[in-house]
Protein backbone atom coordinates (compact mmCIF):
# COMPACT_ATOMS: atom_id res chain seq x y z
CA UNK A 1 0.00 0.00 0.00
CA UNK A 2 1.64 2.96 -1.25
CA UNK A 3 1.51 5.99 1.24
CA UNK A 4 2.34 9.86 0.92
CA UNK A 5 2.48 13.26 1.86
CA UNK A 6 0.15 15.91 1.20
CA UNK A 7 2.16 18.80 -0.72
CA UNK A 8 1.31 21.21 2.17
CA UNK A 9 2.19 18.84 4.60
CA UNK A 10 -1.20 19.08 6.29
CA UNK A 11 -3.88 18.28 4.54
CA UNK A 12 -6.00 16.04 6.84
CA UNK A 13 -6.00 18.90 9.34
CA UNK A 14 -6.95 20.97 6.64
CA UNK A 15 -10.08 19.01 6.06
CA UNK A 16 -10.80 17.35 9.13
CA UNK A 17 -8.92 19.45 11.49
CA UNK A 18 -7.08 17.27 14.30
CA UNK A 19 -9.36 14.51 13.79
CA UNK A 20 -7.09 12.39 11.88
CA UNK A 21 -10.00 10.42 10.81
CA UNK A 22 -8.53 10.24 6.94
CA UNK A 23 -5.60 7.79 8.10
CA UNK A 24 -3.76 9.59 10.54
CA UNK A 25 -3.06 13.51 10.68
CA UNK A 26 -1.36 14.23 6.99
CA UNK A 27 -1.22 10.80 5.52
CA UNK A 28 -3.45 9.65 2.78
CA UNK A 29 -3.86 6.28 0.65
CA UNK A 30 -5.57 4.81 -2.46
CA UNK A 31 -8.10 3.47 -0.36
CA UNK A 32 -8.72 7.13 1.06
CA UNK A 33 -10.16 8.62 -2.39
CA UNK A 34 -13.52 7.85 -2.16
CA UNK A 35 -13.85 9.08 0.84
CA UNK A 36 -12.35 12.58 -0.54
CA UNK A 37 -14.33 12.59 -3.79
CA UNK A 38 -17.85 12.06 -1.48
CA UNK A 39 -16.42 14.86 1.34
CA UNK A 40 -15.68 16.59 -1.77
CA UNK A 41 -19.18 16.24 -3.81
CA UNK A 42 -20.52 18.26 -0.79
CA UNK A 43 -23.20 20.60 -1.63
CA UNK A 44 -21.49 24.21 -0.70
CA UNK A 45 -23.83 26.28 1.40
CA UNK A 46 -23.74 30.02 1.02
CA UNK A 47 -24.34 32.92 3.58
CA UNK A 48 -26.72 34.94 1.28
CA UNK A 49 -29.75 34.01 -0.24
CA UNK A 50 -29.40 33.59 -4.14
CA UNK A 51 -30.53 36.35 -6.53
CA UNK A 52 -33.67 34.70 -7.79
CA UNK A 53 -34.63 33.47 -4.19
CA UNK A 54 -34.10 37.36 -3.44
CA UNK A 55 -36.26 38.25 -6.51
CA UNK A 56 -39.18 35.87 -4.93
CA UNK A 57 -38.97 37.68 -1.84
CA UNK A 58 -39.16 41.09 -3.58
CA UNK A 59 -42.27 39.95 -5.60
CA UNK A 60 -44.04 38.14 -2.21
CA UNK A 61 -43.13 41.71 -0.59
CA UNK A 62 -44.82 43.79 -3.41
CA UNK A 63 -47.93 41.64 -3.81
CA UNK A 64 -48.42 41.90 -0.14
CA UNK A 65 -48.48 45.71 -0.53
CA UNK A 66 -50.97 46.09 -3.43
CA UNK A 67 -53.10 43.87 -1.80
CA UNK A 68 -53.43 46.28 1.65
CA UNK A 69 -53.10 49.27 -0.64
CA UNK A 70 -56.26 47.58 -2.68
CA UNK A 71 -58.36 47.09 0.84
CA UNK A 72 -57.83 50.34 1.83
CA UNK A 73 -59.20 51.33 -0.82
CA UNK A 74 -62.58 49.34 -0.80
CA UNK A 75 -62.95 50.50 2.67
CA UNK A 76 -62.55 53.90 1.19
CA UNK A 77 -65.31 53.43 -1.96
CA UNK A 78 -67.73 51.80 0.63
CA UNK A 79 -67.70 54.73 2.75
CA UNK A 80 -68.50 57.69 0.39
CA UNK A 81 -71.20 55.03 -1.20
CA UNK A 82 -72.77 54.81 2.50
CA UNK A 83 -72.18 59.01 2.31
CA UNK A 84 -73.80 59.47 -1.10
CA UNK A 85 -77.06 57.19 -0.27
CA UNK A 86 -80.14 58.84 -1.22
CA UNK A 87 -78.28 61.82 -3.22
CA UNK A 88 -80.62 60.84 -5.61
CA UNK A 89 -83.56 61.80 -3.32
CA UNK A 90 -83.01 65.27 -4.05
CA UNK A 91 -81.09 68.96 -3.60
CA UNK A 92 -81.09 72.10 -1.57
CA UNK A 93 -80.65 75.15 -3.70
CA UNK A 94 -79.25 78.22 -1.70
CA UNK A 95 -79.06 78.33 2.12
CA UNK A 96 -81.62 76.99 4.71
CA UNK A 97 -84.90 78.62 6.18
CA UNK A 98 -83.20 81.48 7.79
CA UNK A 99 -85.40 81.25 10.90
CA UNK A 100 -88.85 80.68 12.22
CA UNK A 101 -88.79 84.04 13.78
CA UNK A 102 -86.01 86.01 12.69
CA UNK A 103 -84.57 85.34 8.70
CA UNK A 104 -86.62 84.88 5.63
CA UNK A 105 -87.03 81.82 3.43
CA UNK A 106 -84.05 81.32 1.14
CA UNK A 107 -84.98 81.15 -2.87
CA UNK A 108 -85.48 78.05 -3.33
CA UNK A 109 -86.75 75.97 -0.73
CA UNK A 110 -90.20 74.90 -0.38
CA UNK A 111 -92.91 73.09 1.50
CA UNK A 112 -94.29 74.30 4.64
CA UNK A 113 -92.00 75.92 6.94
CA UNK A 114 -89.92 73.46 8.57
CA UNK A 115 -90.64 71.18 6.51
CA UNK A 116 -87.33 71.45 3.77
CA UNK A 117 -86.82 68.73 1.25
CA UNK A 118 -84.06 66.14 1.89
CA UNK A 119 -80.42 67.08 1.62
CA UNK A 120 -78.34 64.53 1.20
CA UNK A 121 -77.22 65.51 -2.41
CA UNK A 122 -75.74 68.87 -2.09
CA UNK A 123 -74.29 67.97 1.56
CA UNK A 124 -73.01 64.54 0.60
CA UNK A 125 -71.04 66.62 -2.28
CA UNK A 126 -70.09 69.38 -0.53
CA UNK A 127 -69.01 66.92 2.43
CA UNK A 128 -66.72 65.06 0.49
CA UNK A 129 -64.86 68.21 -1.10
CA UNK A 130 -64.21 69.28 2.78
CA UNK A 131 -62.59 66.05 2.96
CA UNK A 132 -60.87 66.26 0.43
CA UNK A 133 -59.00 69.67 1.38
CA UNK A 134 -59.05 68.62 4.74
CA UNK A 135 -59.34 65.33 6.71
CA UNK A 136 -62.47 62.85 7.76
CA UNK A 137 -61.52 63.85 11.19
CA UNK A 138 -64.00 64.08 13.96
CA UNK A 139 -66.74 63.66 11.05
CA UNK A 140 -68.58 61.01 12.04
CA UNK A 141 -71.79 62.43 13.28
CA UNK A 142 -71.95 65.10 10.55
CA UNK A 143 -71.20 61.69 7.82
CA UNK A 144 -73.98 60.12 9.46
CA UNK A 145 -76.16 63.16 9.25
CA UNK A 146 -75.59 63.45 5.50
CA UNK A 147 -76.61 60.16 4.66
CA UNK A 148 -79.78 60.53 6.91
CA UNK A 149 -80.72 63.43 6.75
CA UNK A 150 -83.55 65.23 8.55
CA UNK A 151 -87.18 64.32 9.18
CA UNK A 152 -88.99 61.06 9.48
CA UNK A 153 -86.63 59.38 7.07
CA UNK A 154 -83.56 59.65 9.37
CA UNK A 155 -82.78 61.12 12.11
CA UNK A 156 -86.21 61.80 14.20
CA UNK A 157 -86.56 64.08 16.62
CA UNK A 158 -87.62 63.63 20.53
CA UNK A 159 -91.01 61.92 20.62
CA UNK A 160 -91.57 63.43 17.15
CA UNK A 161 -91.46 67.42 18.02
CA UNK A 162 -88.82 67.61 17.13
CA UNK A 163 -87.73 67.84 13.72
CA UNK A 164 -85.37 70.49 12.13
CA UNK A 165 -86.33 70.95 8.34
CA UNK A 166 -82.62 70.72 6.88
CA UNK A 167 -79.82 69.10 9.06
CA UNK A 168 -80.26 66.74 12.03
CA UNK A 169 -77.28 66.21 13.76
CA UNK A 170 -77.48 63.16 15.72
CA UNK A 171 -76.43 62.00 19.20
CA UNK A 172 -76.45 66.09 20.31
CA UNK A 173 -78.41 66.51 23.52
CA UNK A 174 -82.09 67.44 22.92
CA UNK A 175 -83.84 69.91 25.20
CA UNK A 176 -86.34 72.73 23.78
CA UNK A 177 -84.33 75.52 26.51
CA UNK A 178 -80.85 75.25 26.95
CA UNK A 179 -79.90 76.25 30.53
CA UNK A 180 -77.99 79.34 30.50
CA UNK A 181 -74.63 77.93 31.64
CA UNK A 182 -73.98 76.45 28.36
CA UNK A 183 -73.39 79.72 26.97
CA UNK A 184 -72.46 81.42 29.80
CA UNK A 185 -69.92 84.03 28.15
CA UNK A 186 -71.98 84.74 25.70
CA UNK A 187 -74.82 85.43 27.25
CA UNK A 188 -73.74 87.47 29.81
CA UNK A 189 -71.84 89.43 27.21
CA UNK A 190 -75.75 90.11 25.43
CA UNK A 191 -76.80 90.85 28.80
CA UNK A 192 -74.66 93.39 29.68
CA UNK A 193 -74.72 94.83 25.99
CA UNK A 194 -78.62 95.53 26.85
CA UNK A 195 -78.62 99.49 27.08
CA UNK A 196 -76.43 99.75 24.10
CA UNK A 197 -78.73 97.10 22.36
CA UNK A 198 -81.66 98.70 23.02
CA UNK A 199 -80.75 102.46 22.15
CA UNK A 200 -80.59 100.75 18.77
CA UNK A 201 -83.36 99.24 18.47
CA UNK A 202 -85.12 103.11 19.32
CA UNK A 203 -82.61 104.71 16.93
CA UNK A 204 -84.38 102.51 13.99
CA UNK A 205 -87.33 101.62 14.89
CA UNK A 206 -90.74 102.71 13.73
CA UNK A 207 -94.70 102.63 14.27
CA UNK A 208 -95.00 99.36 12.78
CA UNK A 209 -98.68 100.48 11.29
CA UNK A 210 -98.57 98.60 8.25
CA UNK A 211 -99.99 101.40 6.43
CA UNK A 212 -96.73 103.37 5.62
CA UNK A 213 -93.80 101.56 3.37
CA UNK A 214 -91.40 99.87 5.06
CA UNK A 215 -88.80 101.60 6.41
CA UNK A 216 -85.10 101.37 5.07
CA UNK A 217 -83.46 98.44 6.57
CA UNK A 218 -87.03 96.22 7.86
CA UNK A 219 -87.83 92.91 5.72
CA UNK A 220 -91.24 92.68 4.50
CA UNK A 221 -93.03 90.99 7.56
CA UNK A 222 -92.65 86.43 7.82
CA UNK A 223 -96.61 87.21 9.36
CA UNK A 224 -99.42 89.67 9.79
CA UNK A 225 -97.89 91.99 12.82
CA UNK A 226 -94.00 90.33 12.18
CA UNK A 227 -91.36 92.53 11.37
CA UNK A 228 -87.41 92.21 11.29
CA UNK A 229 -84.17 94.00 10.80
CA UNK A 230 -80.91 91.58 10.54
CA UNK A 231 -77.79 92.73 11.10
CA UNK A 232 -76.82 89.26 9.67
CA UNK A 233 -79.42 86.87 7.20
CA UNK A 234 -78.07 83.73 6.53
CA UNK A 235 -74.56 84.01 7.21
CA UNK A 236 -73.78 87.52 5.60
CA UNK A 237 -73.29 90.82 6.89
CA UNK A 238 -75.66 93.74 6.53
CA UNK A 239 -73.69 96.88 6.57
CA UNK A 240 -75.96 99.69 6.18
CA UNK A 241 -77.72 97.88 9.17
CA UNK A 242 -74.75 97.39 11.06
CA UNK A 243 -73.88 100.73 10.91
CA UNK A 244 -77.41 102.02 11.93
CA UNK A 245 -76.60 99.88 15.26
CA UNK A 246 -73.06 99.85 16.23
CA UNK A 247 -73.86 98.85 19.75
CA UNK A 248 -75.23 95.50 18.56
CA UNK A 249 -72.90 94.78 15.94
CA UNK A 250 -69.92 95.60 18.68
CA UNK A 251 -71.72 93.08 20.76
CA UNK A 252 -72.20 90.07 17.81
CA UNK A 253 -68.31 90.62 17.51
CA UNK A 254 -67.27 89.93 20.96
CA UNK A 255 -69.12 86.57 20.56
CA UNK A 256 -67.26 83.70 20.90
CA UNK A 257 -70.14 81.46 18.90
CA UNK A 258 -72.23 83.30 16.77
CA UNK A 259 -73.05 81.29 13.44
CA UNK A 260 -71.55 84.32 11.64
CA UNK A 261 -69.79 82.31 8.70
CA UNK A 262 -73.06 79.72 7.70
CA UNK A 263 -76.39 79.77 6.53
CA UNK A 264 -77.85 79.00 9.72
CA UNK A 265 -76.67 81.87 11.36
CA UNK A 266 -78.77 84.95 11.47
CA UNK A 267 -78.86 88.31 14.39
CA UNK A 268 -81.32 91.05 14.62
CA UNK A 269 -84.99 92.70 16.06
CA UNK A 270 -87.95 90.80 15.97
CA UNK A 271 -90.89 92.80 16.56
CA UNK A 272 -94.25 91.27 17.05
CA UNK A 273 -97.78 93.00 17.22
CA UNK A 274 -100.43 92.22 20.00
CA UNK A 275 -102.43 89.50 18.24
CA UNK A 276 -99.97 88.93 15.87
CA UNK A 277 -99.02 84.66 16.05
CA UNK A 278 -96.40 82.74 14.44
CA UNK A 279 -97.81 79.09 14.32
CA UNK A 280 -96.01 76.08 15.07
CA UNK A 281 -93.04 75.19 13.38
CA UNK A 282 -89.48 73.88 13.75
CA UNK A 283 -86.28 75.63 12.56
CA UNK A 284 -83.96 73.84 10.27
CA UNK A 285 -81.26 72.22 12.30
CA UNK A 286 -80.71 71.57 15.91
CA UNK A 287 -76.92 72.27 15.31
CA UNK A 288 -77.94 75.87 17.01
CA UNK A 289 -78.66 77.18 19.77
CA UNK A 290 -81.26 80.65 19.22
CA UNK A 291 -80.67 82.99 21.73
CA UNK A 292 -83.07 85.39 22.75
CA UNK A 293 -82.53 88.59 24.63
CA UNK A 294 -85.28 90.47 25.66
CA UNK A 295 -85.47 94.22 25.05
CA UNK A 296 -89.40 94.99 25.34
CA UNK A 297 -91.58 92.68 27.01
CA UNK A 298 -95.77 93.58 27.03
CA UNK A 299 -98.02 91.00 29.51
CA UNK A 300 -99.37 88.50 27.28
CA UNK A 301 -96.62 87.52 25.36
CA UNK A 302 -95.76 83.58 24.84
CA UNK A 303 -93.74 81.39 23.88
CA UNK A 304 -93.65 77.29 23.85
CA UNK A 305 -91.06 75.24 22.44
CA UNK A 306 -91.61 71.44 22.58
CA UNK A 307 -94.38 72.17 24.65
CA UNK A 308 -92.82 73.70 27.16
CA UNK A 309 -94.34 77.53 27.78
CA UNK A 310 -91.63 79.63 28.76
CA UNK A 311 -91.21 83.66 28.91
CA UNK A 312 -89.15 86.57 28.06
CA UNK A 313 -87.88 88.86 30.73
CA UNK A 314 -86.21 92.32 29.84
CA UNK A 315 -82.48 92.79 30.01
CA UNK A 316 -82.22 88.53 29.98
CA UNK A 317 -81.30 85.90 27.68
CA UNK A 318 -83.76 82.86 26.99
CA UNK A 319 -81.70 79.63 24.67
CA UNK A 320 -84.07 77.81 22.73
CA UNK A 321 -83.16 75.32 20.40
CA UNK A 322 -85.52 75.96 17.69
CA UNK A 323 -85.48 72.67 15.98
CA UNK A 324 -88.55 71.80 18.18
CA UNK A 325 -91.68 72.75 17.49
CA UNK A 326 -92.26 76.02 18.97
CA UNK A 327 -95.01 78.49 18.73
CA UNK A 328 -94.62 82.25 18.97
CA UNK A 329 -97.71 85.07 20.32
CA UNK A 330 -98.91 87.70 21.65
CA UNK A 331 -101.97 87.68 23.37
CA UNK A 332 -101.97 91.47 24.54
CA UNK A 333 -104.00 94.29 24.27
CA UNK A 334 -102.90 97.05 21.53
CA UNK A 335 -102.22 99.52 24.23
CA UNK A 336 -99.30 97.18 25.33
CA UNK A 337 -97.27 98.24 22.34
CA UNK A 338 -95.06 95.38 20.47
CA UNK A 339 -92.68 92.31 22.12
CA UNK A 340 -89.02 93.27 21.01
CA UNK A 341 -86.27 90.85 21.38
CA UNK A 342 -82.67 90.82 19.82
CA UNK A 343 -82.42 87.25 18.35
CA UNK A 344 -78.84 85.35 17.64
CA UNK A 345 -77.84 82.05 16.50
CA UNK A 346 -75.56 79.86 18.59
CA UNK A 347 -73.66 77.02 18.06
CA UNK A 348 -75.07 74.22 20.02
CA UNK A 349 -72.31 73.87 22.97
CA UNK A 350 -71.82 70.18 21.93
CA UNK A 351 -70.79 70.64 18.40
CA UNK A 352 -67.25 70.07 18.23
CA UNK A 353 -64.87 72.41 16.68
CA UNK A 354 -64.09 70.28 13.92
CA UNK A 355 -67.71 69.46 12.98
CA UNK A 356 -68.25 73.50 13.44
CA UNK A 357 -65.40 74.14 10.65
CA UNK A 358 -66.83 71.24 8.62
CA UNK A 359 -70.79 72.62 8.72
CA UNK A 360 -69.36 76.22 7.89
CA UNK A 361 -67.95 74.69 4.91
CA UNK A 362 -70.90 72.84 3.73
CA UNK A 363 -73.04 75.36 4.26
CA UNK A 364 -71.18 78.62 3.66
CA UNK A 365 -73.29 81.69 1.97
CA UNK A 366 -73.26 81.72 -1.69
CA UNK A 367 -70.77 84.26 -2.96
Known amino acids: MWRGNSPEGNLGAATEGNSG ?16 LARASLPIMTAWPSPLASSALTLLLGALTSLFLWYCYRLGSQ ?85 PGLLFLPDLPS ?22 ILRDFGAVSWDFSGTTPLPRGWSPPLAPGCYQLL ?9 SNCRRCPGAYRALRGLRSFMSANTFG ?27 LGLKIPPGCE ?32 EDGPRVVFIVDLWHPNVAGAERQALDFVFAPDP
Not at 21 to 36: K, S, T, V
Not at 305 to 325: M, N, Y
Request: charged share 20%; net charge positive.
Open 21 to 36: ELGGQGNWGLEDAPGL
Open 79 to 163: DMQALGAGSQAGSVSGGPRGCSETGRSSPGRSGEPGEGPRAEGLVSRRLRAYARRYSWAGMGRVRRAAQGGPGPGGGPGVLGIQR
Open 175 to 196: APFVPRDAQRHDVELLESSFPA
Open 231 to 239: LYQAGRCQP
Open 266 to 292: NAGFSVLLPGARLEGRCGPTNARVRCH
Open 303 to 334: LVVGGEPQCWAEGHCLLVDDSFLHTVAHNGSP
